[in-house]
Each structure stands twice: as C-alpha cells, then as structure tokens.
C-alpha cells in the first residue's frame, strides 16, 4: 500500500497537551528506552510488518526496531497510539496536498 513506509515525524511540540502527554505516558509503560535495538524475529517473519520507532528527547535518543505480532501489551498500547497520530499526520498532510492542487493560480 502507498505510503505505508514512508516516515513520519511526531514532535509533541506540535500536538495538543493532552495528546502529548498521552504519547510519553505510553513511552513510559512501554519502558521504550529499556527496549533492545531490535527484536528477535519470529519464525516465518519475512512477511511480518516491521517498525523503526525512534524517539529522541533532550536527554536521550534510542531506536528500536519492533516486528508483527507486538506481544507486550504496553507496546501494544504505543504502537496503536503511534499509528493513531500517524493516520492523523498523513491525513492531514494529504488534505493539504489537495487544497494546493485545487487552489487557481495567481
């Protein structure tokens, strides 16, 4: 499908307090910077969906590279809620796409 693997950047500058907020509590029960670099790949996973999520604060940076099926349940809960903001991101990003494209030339 286009555009699954194009990346996208989430600053929690950029979102609403609550939403940001959400976003690190999730990076927190996740234990994200505790995750290794990457994750064993299960049998047969060449066909599995793969994520590189970084994330970088003041402090610190790490990236990990997680693999279908996400068994940790607060992983779980980052990942929905990242692909979430996601499909938010790239929504709005194709709307903005169009309102150019339709706009008439001066």
């Not at 699954?4 to 976003?23: K, N, Y």
């Not at 047969?44 to 590189?52: E, M, P, Q, S, V």
């Not at 779980?76 to 706009?103: V, W, Y």
């Given at each position: 499908m286009?555009?699954?693997?194009?990346?996208?950047?989430?600053?929690?500058?950029e979102l609403p307090a609550e939403e940001?907020?959400?976003?690190?509590?999730?990076i927190e029960a996740a234990r994200f910077f505790e995750l290794p670099a990457t994750s064993a790949l299960p049998r047969g996973a060449a066909d599995y969906r793969k994520y590189t999520i970084t994330v970088a604060t003041p402090a610190r940076s790490h990236t990990a590279q997680l693999t279908d099926p996400i068994e940790d349940l607060h992983i779980q809960e980052l990942m929905n809620h990242l692909s979430?903001?996601?499909?938010?991101?790239?929504?709005?990003r194709l709307a903005d796409r169009r309102r150019d494209t339709s706009q008439p030339e001066a």
């Amino acid at each position: 499908m286009p555009g699954l693997s194009e990346p996208v950047s989430i600053d929690t500058d950029e979102l609403p307090a609550e939403e940001a907020s959400e976003l690190k509590r999730l990076i927190e029960a996740a234990r994200f910077f505790e995750l290794p670099a990457t994750s064993a790949l299960p049998r047969g996973a060449a066909d599995y969906r793969k994520y590189t999520i970084t994330v970088a604060t003041p402090a610190r940076s790490h990236t990990a590279q997680l693999t279908d099926p996400i068994e940790d349940l607060h992983i779980q809960e980052l990942m929905n809620h990242l692909s979430s903001l996601r499909a938010k991101k790239l929504k709005a990003r194709l709307a903005d796409r169009r309102r150019d494209t339709s706009q008439p030339e001066a």
